[in-house]
């Protein structure tokens, strides 16, 4: 596959990305290597990693705790300390190799330590790789609230390798698999339907190639998301406090990002059919394509009025008001748009009756 060129960076493909990755390390001549992995990508990827490199390069490996729950300051902070300990400098280079928790809280971390190291993400997670690696968005939560603190900074490149997604089981398949929805949903009537075809998680080399096209496009346009990039957050304004609130209660199973963000598209289709004429042909696929792969969560009266009450940290918000991003068509995307009170309500409704 070909590599994808964005605005100072590319994303290049599996056995080719390594090769990439070997000449820029040699001409680069970075003072010192480190890589940060999770617990997880430890012990599946960084193996597979150093296997393809076949050990030319010394790395020093920084490792954290797996899991949005730990995508916080405090971590920052014990990498940031290693990096320090283990003698980084300006000239050093750190890899991300792992899911949107590593590679978001990487380049963060990357990003502000002495006002900016190099990084190249390595995303393992079908998520990451369709996502949370592309774009140059990096950042960490605040609590429980969703990329709090963050900056927008590029990498020296992207590496997407499927065999990393041999190490994941079906649910993370299906959480990245619904960003991918996404993107159909978005930007490409016709890739919505293709996806919906798709059975099992055995080869999704086009598929991936083909969502990481349409982010590059929106990217491109609007790097710092002043307009058109906005659509990439449609059925997050919900999803992410979904996602924020079912992380911190103690009465609720967390919900993966994906699975939330299924949710939210779903609840915010319905709010398209009120206010942007989103067809009801069009919410009935949307709804039915989502609850085939999804599982079905049940929200209390309670639930609803915590979750609503997290709308007021999204990042998308502006002047006291919500925005939204909300479907026409399947394919076209507004922004922009402000919800009536009483269709929250209504939304919630209809996904708790179906």
């Known amino acids: 596959m070909e590599s994808i060129t964005s605005a100072s960076y590319a994303v290049h493909f599996n056995h080719n990305a390594y090769a990439i990755l070997e000449q820029h390390l040699t001409e680069k001549n970075y003072s010192k290597l480190f890589i940060l992995v999770d617990t997880n990508t430890r012990r599946d990827c960084l193996p597979v990693l150093m296997s393809r490199l076949q050990d030319k390069y010394d790395f020093e490996v920084i490792e954290i705790e797996p899991g949005e729950e730990n995508k916080n300051i405090s971590t920052c902070t014990h990498v940031w300390e290693a990096l320090s300990n283990l003698d980084a400098d300006r000239k050093s280079l750190l890899i991300n190799l792992g899911g949107g928790v590593v590679t978001d809280l990487g380049g963060f971390v990357a990003s502000t330590f002495k006002r900016g190291i190099a990084f190249i993400n390595i995303p393992t997670t079908l998520l990451a790789m369709v996502d949370a690696s592309v774009g140059g968005k990096t950042g960490v939560d605040l609590g429980p609230?969703?990329?709090?603190?963050?900056?927008?900074?590029?990498?020296?490149?992207?590496?997407?390798?499927?065999?990393?997604?041999?190490?994941?089981?079906?649910r993370q398949l299906n959480s990245g698999f619904a960003e991918m929805l996404k993107h159909g949903l978005i930007q490409d009537a016709a890739y919505w339907k293709s996806l919906k075809l798709i059975t099992d998680f055995v080869d999704l080399d086009q598929p991936i190639y083909d969502s990481v096209?349409?982010?590059?496009?929106?990217?491109?346009?609007?790097?710092?998301?002043?307009?058109?990039?906005?659509?990439?957050?449609?059925?997050?304004?919900?999803?992410?406090?979904?996602?924020?609130?079912?992380?911190?209660?103690?009465?609720?199973?967390?919900?993966?990002?994906?699975?939330?963000?299924?949710?939210?598209?779903?609840?915010?289709?319905?709010?398209?059919?009120?206010?942007?004429?989103?067809?009801?042909?069009?919410?009935?696929?949307?709804?039915?394509?989502?609850?085939?792969?999804?599982?079905?969560?049940?929200?209390?009266?309670?639930?609803?009025?915590?979750?609503?009450?997290?709308?007021?940290f999204d990042k998308k918000n502006s002047h006291g008001n919500i925005n939204f991003v909300l479907l026409h068509t399947i394919g076209k995307p507004v922004i922009d748009i402000k919800i009536p009170e009483n269709l929250y309500q209504q939304a919630f409704t209809y996904y708790n009756e179906l």
Not at 301 to 308: M, V
């Open 145 to 170: 609230l969703k990329n709090q603190i963050g900056v927008i900074n590029q990498p020296e490149m992207v590496l997407v390798i499927s065999e990393y997604l041999e190490t994941l089981e079906k």
């Open 213 to 312: 096209i349409i982010k590059n496009k929106v990217v491109l346009q609007d790097p710092t998301e002043q307009g058109l990039r906005k659509i990439l957050n449609y059925g997050h304004t919900l999803g992410h406090a979904i996602e924020s609130y079912f992380l911190e209660s103690t009465e609720h199973e967390t919900l993966l990002h994906g699975e939330a963000i299924a949710i939210g598209m779903i609840l915010e289709a319905y709010l398209s059919l009120h206010l942007t004429n989103l067809s009801e042909e069009a919410l009935e696929d949307i709804t039915s394509t989502f609850f085939n792969r999804y599982k079905r969560v049940k929200f209390s009266p309670s639930d609803i009025q915590n979750i609503l009450s997290l709308l007021k």
